[in-house]
């Protein structure tokens, strides 16, 4: 994949994107100018230039020129809130069985093959390439329980050049002998471990971060959680991840586990788990107070429709219009493999579609995501989530250029009546419901190029 | 796209399909050899060959052998029961909008278009290539209410080979003044011409018959509905098609329009336009009389979940599993363009999809559709919705080879955890979850390759 761009660049074509305004309503420019450093960082965004103008504004003896053609656009890269590595290749397997049976039937086997570190790396290389194909260009990983593995899928990342939180799994019980850490010591040792090595391959943190990961409370003792909770006190730069009210069976099973706690907010704030720094997956059964739990403590939410509506005990759609009326951070993840879809198009679309389910079930009152909150939840949205809004999200100037170039003319996906009839809002909305990876034909990460499509 | 094969033809390696029998079992057969005659039809089915049998099985001096991949298996082509031509290419728009305010705002401008035939050939000729690359190999086409745009959506199916109804759509009231036909006179004469046209054209009816498409009761005076209903009596061969029950909004207006009818069954029945020959859109929303009604009369169900989940008034799982429990005949539509996908794989996840909303609104009664249940309406159901069971939609012997050659390894959109561990049965899983048209690479009609991908 192409090397770090030495030189500054220059982007001078159509841009799409959500504003940080309240609302964040798009902003669709046909013909706008990015520059870029050689950092990666965008130094200025003039949203309206003439084409003969671009020449003079940008100095080509010193920066690349990047001018799209009219079938092309530029966007934001995807946010992935929740993702699970090495669920890569199991994706589309157990539709309908409920979460703890997927979980013992499918996932615990495939996951606990990930003590071959060589298994790891063949799966995980493909699994980083398949998501950057999709204009992931930031995921949140929860990875499997083995250090080896999971700071394997560090690694890779770096050397993919995707962003990416990783997080080794804590496991300490209610799981089979062969997929369990060894002991609560060694669990959160082995997550020290893999805190260090991220801290080593990028010192800075430019591209990562290790994630706290505790399966989720079933999977987790008291005193497993306590202590990734002292370690998230100790690392305030560290995120933390977990599954939070997915399912019915889940949170019986939780309640059984933990009777002592009223509610699941209760149960990880009351172990130092729920900070702004948290990513909740799911999310999908919330009280009252729960909401204002996750308000006042600035969580966020990862909005996983794809596998909220396929695995996990049937159907269940969040209430993702109550997350936005209240102010709570959310983004989408692709939840893949639950998901059965590693495209955060298909993610957009589903969150639009249990979105409406909502709007019935609420008779009118939650009404269902438009395209551009869709687009905004997996984009700007995810950035607040993970904490990166101030570097992603959308092209802000200080903010870091993570972006895709969309051509909608590539492989016939998309279809317009008339080319020159079809305006750009009207393109990015087919793009939106009818296009895929086949459309994205130049990832951009940190202003480097991680994935080209041969044209 | 390749003629006609002159030789018959045989076809070994992995098979799927669904089974005739109650309940439609996938029949997974690893090692089949199928024997396909010059006419398209199958002449054997020998269900578990020995590789090195096979030379000994057929005679390649008369027939060409074709021996399907390790990473290939046959499956039958896709039925789409329920789609509308000339909204190919505004897929994807007006999400969210209440349906008729999306027929105003999106549809008729874009339906009035096809007044102009070569606006109407270029699209059409674009949208059978598109949906013969999704491996629907029978398409159930409503056009526009324009004789001409009609007849050339007929020529060119015949011209690309595929199997389609293909019908003028009758539309005398409540449309604007450029998308209405003429009067009621004009419109039964011009669907007679349309009827005209393809026995002209097809006069054996190999792949092609006109259906009688009363747009839906708000777009027809009774007198139109009821001379549509006196031409289906006099021909017997002819499939019928409208939208029925599909939406609040739109039973609302029906009733407004016909007040004399308790019910759309009635409506529709009393015009003579319930027959066994039948297809209905939708039919969402649905009594126990109409139920009953719909089983007596032997109509069938075109379940669009895609559409019906996105436009036309928010959310709405049709009762999938109540059709298939009382036998009501049901197939899959993708509903192009109100649905946003042209791909049956995508109706096939969202039939699935809206049928967990149903288990969960009936309290677990009505359970969810399996794969092999969503496939058998992506195939055989859709072939007894389209009364073309003895034709198509499986591999019996005497039926005409309609099939598509499914490939994993193409282009790396399905992703395997071990070539060699991975069975017939979970590939085949992944292809309907993760698949799309690129792991489609060989589409046959009637014995026709009528869509090949470079290989």
């Known amino acids: 994949m192409g090397s770090h761009e030495a030189k500054p660049q220059a982007f001078y074509g159509a841009v799409i994107h959500s504003l940080s305004t309240p609302g964040h309503d798009l902003e669709i420019l046909p013909s706008a100018l990015l520059m870029v450093n050689a950092e990666g960082v965008i130094t200025s965004f003039h949203k309206d230039v003439k084409s003969e103008d671009v020449d003079r504004l940008v100095d080509t003896t010193s920066t690349s020129l990047y001018r799209l053609s009219p079938s092309q656009f530029l966007i934001p890269g995807f946010i992935d809130t929740h993702n699970h590595a090495p669920q890569w290749a199991q994706r589309g397997l157990g539709q309908g069985q409920h979460i703890l049976d997927w979980l013992s039937a499918i996932t615990f086997p495939n996951e606990g093959r990930f003590r071959d570190p060589a298994h790891a790396q063949r799966i995980y290389s493909s699994a980083i390439d398949g998501f950057l194909r999709q204009g992931i260009t930031t995921a949140s990983y929860y990875g499997s329980i083995h250090p080896e593995a999971t700071n394997s899928l560090a690694d890779l990342c770096l050397a993919k050049g995707q962003r990416a939180f990783v997080g080794k799994c804590n496991m300490t019980r209610n799981s089979p002998d062969y997929y369990r850490d060894a002991s609560i010591e060694q669990s959160l040792q082995d997550t020290e471990s893999c805190i260090a090595h991220i801290r080593k391959i990028d010192p800075e943190g430019q591209l990562l971060k290790h994630v706290l990961t505790p399966r989720f409370a079933i999977s987790c003792d008291a005193e497993c959680l306590a202590g990734l909770g002292q370690i998230a006190a100790r690392n305030p730069d560290l995120p933390i991840q977990t599954h939070f009210n997915e399912?019915?069976?889940?949170?019986?099973?939780?309640?059984?586990?933990?009777?002592?706690?009223?509610?699941?907010?209760?149960?990880?704030?009351?172990?130092?788990?729920?900070?702004?720094?948290?990513?909740?997956?799911?999310?999908?059964?919330?009280?009252?107070?729960?909401?204002?739990?996750?308000?006042?403590?600035?969580?966020?939410?990862?909005?996983?429709?794809?596998?909220?509506?396929?695995?996990?005990?049937?159907?269940?759609?969040?209430?993702?219009?109550?997350?936005?009326?209240?102010?709570?951070?959310?983004?989408?993840?692709?939840?893949?493999?639950?998901?059965?879809?590693?495209?955060?198009?298909?993610?957009?679309?589903?969150?639009?579609?249990?979105?409406?389910?909502?709007e019935v079930e609420s008779k009118g009152k939650d009404k269902g995501l438009k395209i551009a909150e869709a687009f905004y939840l997996a984009t700007l949205g995810g950035a607040e989530v993970c904490c990166l809004e101030k570097k992603v999200g959308n092209f802000e100037v200080g903010k870091e250029f993570d972006a895709l170039v969309v051509d909608w003319e590539r492989d016939g996906v998309m279809t317009m009546v008339d080319e020159d009839e079809d305006g750009l809002g009207t393109v990015f909305e087919k793009f939106v419901m009818t296009g895929d990876d086949r459309n994205i034909v130049r990832v951009f990460v940190k202003g480097r190029v991680v994935r080209e499509v041969r044209m």
Chains 1, 2 share one sequence.
């Open 247 to 358: 399912a019915e069976q889940e949170i019986t099973a939780t309640k059984e586990l933990f009777p002592q706690f009223d509610s699941e907010a209760d149960l990880y704030a009351h172990y130092g788990l729920l900070t702004r720094r948290s990513i909740l997956a799911h999310c999908c059964y919330m009280t009252p107070y729960e909401f204002d739990k996750l308000k006042e403590l600035q969580c966020g939410v990862a909005h996983c429709p794809i596998s909220n509506m396929t695995v996990g005990g049937g159907f269940m759609a969040a209430p993702i219009r109550e997350f936005l009326n209240r102010g709570i951070k959310v983004g989408l993840g692709t939840d893949s493999g639950g998901g059965f879809s590693s495209s955060m198009l298909d993610a957009m679309r589903q969150a639009m579609i249990a979105s409406h389910a909502k």
